[in-house]
């Protein structure tokens, strides 16, 4: 443990909320506290990196913990799937634009933003692949966010008409965004991994701590926001 018990967990924006209520059940089932680090992802690898501190890390990409077991961050094995997210397009509350749908995003005027860092890293390029409508919907995109986070800010601003973001921001977000589903044939899942970071100094509590989440009692939390459990 980075402290005497305490776990020091990282987490990306988009997916801290349903961890944060986990880390309240862990700590009251098993008296044992965490310290909740949240962030963009790439800065939360490169403090990792720096400090050589902290027990375990959430993201909302496996790609994203691809590249954390690449430079040594997390302990190969460790990685677990806490759910997935399913694609959408999300619209600010009441759908000022009345998009309806992904042909909706090709009309003149519309005002599209797209993540280019973190989960939703070209998710928008997967989804209008299959569309056929890639130069169609690129002449649209009038924003970049950098993150989950940045991404629901154009929409709480009224920068932007639509985006694409994942299923569970209505959840989390309800009074500010709504979400148009996209057909089953459009759709890309991503899924929430989390692993053991290498330098911590309690392996087997902070394996504790993952099986936790991925116990029936984790899932069920993560469930209530919106994420996916496949059989």
Request: charged share 25%; glycine share 10%.
């Amino acid at each position: 443990m980075s402290e005497q018990g305490l776990l020091r967990v990282y987490s990306a924006g988009a997916v801290a909320p349903p961890l944060k209520k986990a880390i309240e059940l862990f700590e009251r089932k098993y008296g044992i506290r965490s310290n909740l680090v949240i962030g963009k992802p790439g800065d939360l690898l490169a403090e990792i990196a720096s400090s050589k501190i902290g027990d375990v890390i959430s993201c909302g990409a496996e790609y994203i913990l691809d590249e954390a077991e690449d430079r040594g961050l997390v302990i190969k094995g460790s990685r677990r799937s806490l759910g997935l997210r399913r694609s959408v397009i999300i619209v600010p509350a009441g759908n000022p634009a009345g998009i309806a749908s992904i042909e909706d995003l090709c009309k003149e005027g519309v005002r599209i933003g797209i993540a280019t860092e973190g989960c939703l890293k070209g998710v928008w390029e997967d989804i209008a692949s299959k569309a056929g409508l890639i130069d169609r919907i690129r002449r649209n995109i009038t924003h970049h966010a950098d993150a989950c986070g940045s991404l629901m800010g154009l929409i709480s601003w009224g920068k932007v008409d639509a985006a694409f973001g994942w299923n569970a921001f209505h959840s989390i977000w309800p009074e500010t965004c709504e979400a148009i589903e996209l057909p089953p044939d459009l759709q890309v899942f991503r899924s929430t991994g989390v692993a053991i970071i290498s330098y911590t100094k309690d392996e087997g509590l902070s394996k504790k701590f993952v099986d936790f989440l991925t116990s029936e009692d984790g899932r069920r939390i993560y469930s209530d926001f919106g994420w996916l459990h496949p059989k």
